[in-house]
């Protein structure tokens, strides 16, 4: 950064920040019903980058837009969802650390295939996504980041006692000298808790080390990761 003042000029180097300075935690509660229909509790906690992500398209915002703006943590979990309300924290205030709750409802988030559920949970929100795009099989450029970065992701999913859990992910860990992430999962009673945390702790990305940021995102998003199968009792 080059700061230009009237007695004195120069670049001030800027530190990188770990990457959990950077992170947004996402809290997200399912609670099924005997057709597959859901009630969803989704709570966002920004901080750092995608507090002042989120911030930005807030301040200043009517209420309606604020709504509006918000509801699009809806988009990812597909056409029906039906908001039921909302709140977010005073954006106006940087004292006050930003953070927002969606309550709505989800019909069909089960999907059925006979006797089979089948339930796919969104792996990316709005304001929220990863801010790149990997589109590309090569670079011939250096890829610059934002920052460093983390997301932690919690599902606790509750489903009714007429469905027997068939699966759910494994947990696994995947590191490269990029980043890393972290899949866990365990079965409480009715219910499934599943946590994921992704991290970037690379900022500059050279071309030669774009192929392992790609196979990271690639494998984090493998189906695997993100499936619960329940059967009809």
Not at 16 to 27: G, I, L
Not at 76 to 100: M, N, Q, R
């Amino acid at each position: 950064l080059f700061l230009l003042g009237r007695e004195k000029k120069g670049f001030l180097c800027i530190p990188e920040f770990a990457p959990d300075v950077n992170r947004v935690s996402v809290d997200i509660k399912v609670k099924l019903d005997t057709l597959g229909d859901a009630e969803v509790s989704f709570t966002a906690f920004p901080r750092g980058y995608f507090d002042s992500s989120v911030r930005e398209k807030l301040f200043g915002q009517k209420s309606r837009k604020k709504k509006m703006l918000v509801s699009k943590s809806l988009s990812s979990f597909g056409g029906g969802a039906k908001l039921v309300d909302y709140t977010v924290s005073a954006v106006e205030s940087l004292d006050i650390p930003i953070s927002f709750t969606v309550n709505f409802r989800k019909p069909d988030f089960v999907r059925w295939e006979k006797d089979i559920g089948i339930l796919t949970l969104p792996g990316e929100f709005p304001f929220l996504h990863r801010p790149w795009s990997l589109s590309l099989d090569t670079r011939e450029f250096p890829m610059m980041l934002p920052t460093n970065l983390s997301w932690n992701i919690r599902w606790e999913v509750e489903f009714p006692e007429r469905f027997s859990l068939e699966y759910f992910s494994d947990s696994s860990f995947v590191s490269n000298e990029l980043g890393s992430f972290t899949v866990s999962g365990k079965n409480v009673g009715n219910k499934v808790i599943l946590e994921y945390t992704f991290t970037v702790f690379k900022r500059y990305i050279k071309p030669e080390e774009y192929s392992s940021l790609r196979e990271l995102n690639s494998k984090f998003g493998l189906p695997k990761n993100n499936l619960i199968l329940f059967e009809k009792r």
